[in-house]
């Protein structure tokens, strides 16, 4: 079945009649982990079981990256049209909301009992969730070229409800087809991206697990700007000539969506991974290149960014910081009949200048710091029922006042899906060590595997 999916390569879906035509002819199509996985309204849009767009989810297959690049507009269904004098379409609905729910839940024990940190939400080390994180999601086409993922979570540990990663997608073909381009708005930088060795969708580094900006964890400007913290807009093209190899180009400007003026002084990575405050703009880029052959598909390309940021948005005093991250990423698949392989992974390099007159005011050892963060992940899956992942976080590098940033951490994952829609998991995480220390970390004595945690969870959207 997944071969002859990755053949439905070819015209746009807007203008076909049936839904024979409409599988026939579009082009082969979205990608996820931690929040937009698997939303079951794109396989009621699309008439596909899950399987066709992910391995297990959240990762997409390179149908599923065909359907995100292509705006989510891919449908089998009937939908609710006018046309114009022109006899062009002028109202293309869905005729039922493409509308999903997702619950996750989950028990975990740290050693010691340490307060730990979830989704930016903090939680005792030994507790239960239910839910852990319920979210709605409109997830579907809007109209013809146009689509959208907007997802709204109520987190239990804080009690808050919020706007999770969430986009609208513009997309449309020309040059027989072979060239995709279009504009995407959206909450957090790589939302857009395609595969699941961008930072957004990296295993590892979700809603069930520890993840850069947890307490005690240093991470680079980039990392810090997930859901709600920044918004962007911009444009991509995509280049197939071939059907087997694709170039992948994105760049978008995002501002602060809020700025987060709490009188902190804005020293270093740790200060800008919580509070990530723009001034004025940051460019992004995104450039990747995918070959597919069989059963398989290699992906390698780089991404980065570009700001200057300060405690309150605005550079007072001096009090502004410039960083430049750029990184390296890279993702091989499997995908059988029966057994499912992947390894993806990223780098990131992280420069950060600051001001002089705030190096000066301040008697900082450093007015130029570089980190680096290595992320590397593994997984493997038996029928899309059985399998598990690994995951490796090491960082390394300095922060302005010169204490060392190197740490070292990894997340061992079991997971049973009696369905293609529930996923039954079983996660520990090891610290090695945080800021280069193993014991007092924090100033209070505290050793790293304090933090040490197995979590048992459950997640379902239907």
């Given at each position: 079945m997944l071969h002859r999916i990755r053949s439905l390569t070819g015209v746009r879906s807007g203008g076909l009649a049936t839904a024979g035509m409409v599988l026939a002819a579009a082009a082969a199509l979205f990608a996820a982990p931690e929040?937009?996985?698997?939303v079951p309204s794109y396989a009621r849009q699309t008439g596909l079981a899950c399987e066709a767009c992910h391995t297990v989810f959240p990762e997409l297959t390179p149908f599923g990256r065909q359907f995100k690049l292509n705006a989510?507009?891919?449908?089998?269904?009937?939908?609710?049209?006018?046309?114009d004098q022109s006899k062009s379409t002028s109202l293309s609905l869905a005729d039922m909301p493409p509308l999903s729910v997702m619950i996750q839940a989950d028990t975990s024990w740290s050693n010691n009992n340490r307060t730990t940190s979830k989704n930016g939400s903090t939680a005792q080390g030994n507790d239960t969730q239910f839910p852990q994180q319920l979210s709605l999601f409109y997830a579907g086409k809007i109209s013809d070229h146009l689509g959208a993922q907007m997802q709204v979570t109520f987190q239990q540990?804080?009690?808050t409800f919020g706007i999770d990663n969430s986009e609208i997608r513009f997309a449309d073909q020309g040059l027989d087809n072979k060239l995709t381009y279009g504009l995407t708005l959206n909450d957090?930088?790589?939302?857009s991206d395609l595969w699941n060795s961008s930072l957004i969708w990296a295993a590892g580094a979700g809603a069930m697990g520890p993840g850069v900006g947890d307490t005690g964890i240093p991470a680079t400007f980039i990392e810090g700007l997930g859901a709600g913290k920044a918004t962007g807009a911009g444009g991509f093209l995509n280049w197939s000539s071939n059907g087997h190899d694709s170039l992948y180009l994105e760049t978008?400007?995002?501002r602060s969506s809020a700025f987060n003026n709490n009188g902190t002084t804005y020293v270093?990575?740790?200060?800008?991974?919580?509070n990530p405050t723009i001034n004025g703009v940051a460019p992004y880029w995104r450039a990747a290149f995918e070959h597919d052959w069989g059963h398989q598909t290699f992906e390698i390309g780089t991404f980065g960014m570009y700001a200057r940021a300060s405690a309150n948005g605005v550079a007072v005093n001096g009090e502004d910081n410039d960083y430049f991250d750029n990184a390296l990423d890279a993702q091989y698949q499997y995908i059988g009949e029966h057994n499912i392989f992947s390894l993806a992974g990223n780098l990131i390099h992280e420069?950060?200048?600051?001001?002089?007159?705030?190096v000066l005011a301040n008697s900082y050892s450093k007015s130029s710091v570089d980190m680096n963060h290595l992320r590397l992940t593994g997984s493997y899956f038996y029928d899309r029922k059985y399998g598990g992942s690994v995951?490796?976080?090491?960082?390394?590098g300095d922060s302005v006042v010169g204490s060392p940033a190197n740490t070292q951490y990894e997340v061992f994952e079991l997971d049973y899906m009696p369905w293609l829609n529930t996923k039954l998991l079983a996660q520990y995480t090891l610290y090695n060590w945080v800021n280069a220390q193993n014991y007092g970390y924090n100033g209070v004595g505290t050793q790293v595997n304090d933090g040490n945690t197995f979590m048992l969870g459950l997640w379902t959207a239907f």
């Open positions: 929040s937009a996985q698997a989510y507009t891919l449908t089998t269904k009937p939908a609710v049209t006018d046309e540990a804080s009690g957090a930088v790589t939302m978008e400007l995002y270093d990575n740790a200060w800008a991974s919580a420069n950060q200048t600051i001001n002089n007159n705030l995951t490796f976080n090491h960082i390394n």
